[in-house]
């Protein structure tokens, strides 16, 4: 069922003039998956934590069964990053669609969108945080909130995983076999755009300092 629903607002996005009837699909997707990623994303301090578990007295060994076995019964890592990216979609269409009625986006599936978004994320990076567009798409979920200091985190942490792949890159450059230079060369193109894409969000937030437009020119 998650599937069909996670299609329908896939669908539904692609089709300009019906794109707001996405935004209970991907919701109910997600509700769907949401015991399991709060569960992940706790462990890495972007769970709930509105202290709901903490009412049930003799209930509580219970329902972190519950939470255990959503969380190891989850979609696939991949899936669940599509659906992170649905909700920041949808979360950017109602900003834009309250943008254009020269308000700010009151309408609580906005806010919703963005949460959902950061528990789904949370759980991925619980699963695995070396994956470097997980980290921006966290930042990029922050920053819509509003919330600087923490998309920063997220976008700085990005930011120097990008860099070190860099250097990396640069140093197999350097004793790379004819066959595998245009490879190279091609990731390098690829890095130094996601870099700048990185620059971009935190210029947007207000918190590029001295060193990284430095690093930016460079």
Same mark, same amino acid.
């Given at each position: 069922?998650?599937?069909?629903?996670?299609?329908?607002?896939?669908?539904?996005?692609?089709?300009?003039?019906?794109?707001?009837?996405?935004?209970?699909?991907?919701?109910?997707? !997600?509700?769907?998956?949401k015991t399991g990623c709060e569960a992940l994303a706790t462990?890495?301090?972007?769970?709930?934590?509105?202290?709901?578990?903490?009412?049930?007295?003799?209930?509580?060994?219970?329902? @972190?069964?519950?939470?255990?076995?959503?969380?190891?019964?989850?979609?696939?890592?991949?899936?669940?990053?599509?659906?992170?990216?649905?909700?920041?979609?949808?979360?950017?269409?109602?900003?834009?669609?309250?943008?254009? #009625?020269?308000? *700010?986006?009151?309408?609580?599936?906005? /806010?919703?969108?963005?949460?959902? $978004?950061?528990?789904?994320?949370?759980?991925?990076?619980?699963? #695995?945080?070396?994956?470097?567009?997980?980290?921006?798409?966290?930042?990029? $979920?922050?920053?819509?909130?509003?919330? $600087?200091?923490?998309?920063? !985190? !997220?976008?700085?942490?990005? *930011?120097?995983?990008?860099?070190?792949?860099?250097?990396?890159?640069?140093?197999?450059?350097?004793?790379? /076999? /004819?066959?595998?230079?245009?490879?190279?060369?091609?990731?390098?193109? @690829? #890095?130094?755009?996601?870099?700048? /894409?990185?620059? $971009?969000?935190?210029?947007?937030?207000?918190?590029?300092?001295?060193?990284?437009?430095?690093?930016? @020119?460079?």
């Amino acid at each position: 069922l998650v599937d069909a629903l996670q299609t329908m607002a896939s669908l539904r996005l692609s089709q300009k003039t019906r794109q707001q009837e996405a935004i209970p699909f991907i919701l109910r997707a !997600y509700d769907k998956m949401k015991t399991g990623c709060e569960a992940l994303a706790t462990l890495v301090g972007l769970g709930d934590d509105d202290g709901a578990a903490a009412t049930l007295g003799d209930g509580e060994a219970a329902v @972190e069964l519950k939470e255990v076995d959503a969380a190891n019964n989850l979609p696939e890592f991949e899936f669940r990053c599509q659906t992170a990216k649905l909700l920041l979609e949808c979360a950017a269409i109602l900003r834009e669609s309250a943008s254009s #009625n020269g308000a *700010l986006p009151a309408d609580s599936h906005h /806010d919703q969108c963005l949460s959902a $978004a950061i528990s789904v994320l949370g759980s991925l990076l619980a699963q #695995n945080d070396e994956v470097i567009e997980i980290w921006f798409l966290t930042g990029c $979920a922050f920053a819509a909130k509003p919330l $600087a200091e923490s998309a920063k !985190y !997220y976008f700085d942490t990005a *930011l120097q995983m990008l860099q070190d792949t860099k250097k990396a890159l640069e140093q197999e450059l350097a004793f790379a /076999d /004819d066959e595998d230079v245009a490879d190279l060369k091609e990731q390098l193109d @690829e #890095n130094r755009v996601q870099i700048e /894409d990185v620059h $971009a969000k935190l210029a947007e937030i207000g918190t590029v300092e001295g060193d990284d437009e430095e690093t930016m @020119e460079e």
